[in-house]
C-alpha cells in the first residue's frame, strides 16, 4: 500500500514537473516588399515577432534606397514613408 502510494505521488510530480517545462519561442520568417517608383526592394528576416522583423527590414529598406549617398529632405521623407508602408 506504501509503496503504490509512493509511486502515484511520484508520478505524480513528474507530470506536473513537465507540465512546467516552456518551450522556447520559434522564430518566424517574414518577407517584406518595399517599392519606391519603379524599383522594388524585398527583404526577408526571421524573428520571433513581426515587430522585430519589422524593424529590421525598415532599416534595410533605408539603407538600400539610401544607397550611403546624401538625400534631400524630401528624397528622405519620401523613402522613410515607403520603408514605414511595406507592400503585402
Same mark, same amino acid.
Given at each position: 500500500?506504501?509503496?503504490?502510494?509512493?509511486?502515484?505521488?511520484?508520478l505524480?510530480? +513528474? &507530470?506536473?514537473?513537465?507540465?512546467?517545462i =516552456?518551450?522556447?519561442?520559434? @522564430?518566424?520568417?517574414?518577407? $517584406? *516588399?518595399?517599392?519606391?517608383?519603379?524599383?522594388?526592394?524585398?527583404f +526577408? &528576416?526571421?524573428?520571433?515577432?513581426?515587430? =522585430?522583423?519589422?524593424?529590421? @527590414?525598415?532599416?534595410?529598406? $533605408? *539603407?538600400h534606397?539610401?544607397?550611403?549617398?546624401?538625400?534631400s529632405e524630401?528624397?528622405?521623407?519620401?523613402i522613410?514613408?515607403v520603408c514605414?508602408?511595406?507592400?503585402?
Open positions: 500500500m506504501k509503496k503504490a502510494l509512493v509511486m502515484t505521488l511520484v505524480a510530480i +513528474s &507530470s506536473i514537473s513537465f507540465a512546467w =516552456e518551450k522556447a519561442p520559434q @522564430a518566424k520568417s517574414y518577407e $517584406f *516588399k518595399f517599392k519606391l517608383k519603379a524599383e522594388s526592394f524585398v +526577408s &528576416s526571421s524573428a520571433l515577432s513581426y515587430d =522585430e522583423a519589422f524593424e529590421v @527590414a525598415a532599416k534595410a529598406c $533605408f *539603407k534606397y539610401k544607397r550611403g549617398r546624401h538625400v524630401d528624397q528622405g521623407l519620401d522613410i514613408d514605414a508602408n511595406p507592400r503585402s
